[in-house]
């Protein structure tokens, strides 16, 4: 039997205008994983997800959902309790949010920023043959596929120009806060055990990595 959704709706004091919104509200959660306040693209579905919290966290809940938010950065996530719906990346990928999550507690904790702290290509290309060694060196598209996904995940924004240069190694990127969301690392002595991890371990070794990464189903992955 399918389940009416319309009484839960109607009990939570939702116009017609916003029943018809929350569909499409978790479809975006489910297909882009974070929403942020300070994103003006993500404004209205952030409040409208914060003025209905519980709402949306019981009808994610029922497909197996839970629904995050991060007080200080504003910004809500939405995680898969069950390992089907978890995005699985090669090991490029993780390796480079490994070394986004480095370069930003980094900026944070010397800076003393209250805003998402900024890095230049150049940083993060020297951070990553930092952590990988010379043989994980990357190449210019390789850089650009693997940056413009994390761009379309919400983890990191452009300051210059509207496509990412990966050639120009003064150009900066903003790394937002649900880079700390999707690599849930608590102290630096897990953070060590990260690096630690991908140092020792040989490129062969994994075609793909999960790890500890949260993140929703991607739509059409």
Known sequence: ????????????????????????????????????QDLEADKDD????H??????ESMLKLSGFSLLHDDYHRIFQVVSEYSYSRARYKLDHTLMIVVLR???EERVEHLSLANDPVVTIGEVREEYRTITGKERI?????????????????????L??????????????????????ILPIQSADEMEAWLR????EQPEDHEEEEDDIEEAEEVGA
Do not use: C, W
Not at 51 to 56: E, G, P, Q, S, W
């Open 197 to 200: 991890k991908y140092r020792t």
């Open 46 to 49: 952030y409040y409208f997800v």
């Open 138 to 158: 990357l190449g210019i598209t390789q850089y650009k596929t693997i940056l413009n996904r994390l761009k379309a995940m919400g983890l990191i924004e452009l």
């Open 1 to 36: 039997m399918p389940i009416d959704f319309i009484p839960l709706l109607s009990s939570a004091g939702l116009s017609e205008k916003a029943r018809r919104e929350v569909p499409r509200v978790i479809n975006r959660l489910l297909g882009q994983t974070f929403l942020h």
């Open 102 to 104: 480095k370069l930003y």
């Open 160 to 181: 210059d120009g509207r496509s990412i240069d990966v050639r120009d190694g003064e150009a900066r990127l903003q790394l937002r806060g649900s880079i700390r969301m």
């Open 51 to 56: 003025r209905h919290r519980d709402l949306f």
